[in-house]
């Protein structure tokens, strides 16, 4: 098995290659989608953040209201660290869960948005960098996302710099054109990537 860390900068285009590298066979562990959950209707979770948030942090259907919750950690440090105490160890465990169902040779891709800036290169065997010029993730999430550009320049600079993420990289993908150009680039990646699964399938 080969665990691979796939991360990029917002609007770099991180979604694609995943959707392409599960449409080549790989596994893929979504963190963001683990997190939303881990912490929806009826679950540990969501009784663990209301204990510690207040009841005023649910909908009027019983559901997380995320943009409240946002808006209550968001610059507040201490807060959001009670958090993530919360949400990132269940999302580690239903992650090893879901590793562990994997094939003894398969590529198990884990979607990390936030890899570089939370410094976890190391848990995994090989780094996935998807790139993107400034201009091109702006455009994306202007056009695709419906931000402001001044949003999308704050989103921006809250992560980890292009050098940041390239120097924790063993492949960086670059997703500055169409699609079509994109396709071949992750395939050679993908190839690469199921070469060394199957050296470090056990016999």
């Given at each position: 098995?080969?665990?691979v ?37 009826g ?17 009027d ?6 943009p ?34 994997a ?7 884990h ?17 996935v ?18 931000m ?31 699609l079509e ?6 395939r ?16």
């Amino acid at each position: 098995m080969l665990t691979v860390g796939l991360t990029g900068g917002i609007g770099a285009g991180k979604s694609e290659v995943s959707r392409l590298l599960v449409s080549y066979g790989a596994v893929l562990i979504d963190a963001d989608r683990i997190a939303r959950e881990v912490v929806e209707p009826g679950t540990p979770g969501l009784a663990a953040v209301v204990e510690a948030f207040g009841p005023d942090i649910l909908t009027d259907e019983g559901t997380l209201d995320r943009p409240r919750l946002g808006s209550i950690v968001f610059g507040d440090a201490e807060r959001l660290a009670t958090l993530n105490g919360i949400v990132h160890p269940l999302v580690g465990a239903r992650s090893a869960e879901l590793q562990a169902a994997a094939a003894p040779d398969a590529v198990v891709v884990h979607d990390v948005p936030l890899l570089t800036e939370n410094g976890l290169a190391p848990l995994y065997d090989v780094v996935v960098v998807v790139e993107a010029s400034t201009g091109t993730r702006l455009e994306r999430l202007v056009r695709l996302r419906g931000m402001t550009e001044s949003e999308a320049r704050a989103r921006m600079a809250a992560q980890a710099t292009p050098e940041q993420r390239r120097a924790v990289a063993d492949y960086v993908i670059d997703n500055d054109g169409p699609l079509e150009a994109l396709e071949p680039r992750v395939r050679k990646v993908w190839e690469e990537l199921t070469a060394r699964a199957a050296r470090t399938a056990p016999e």
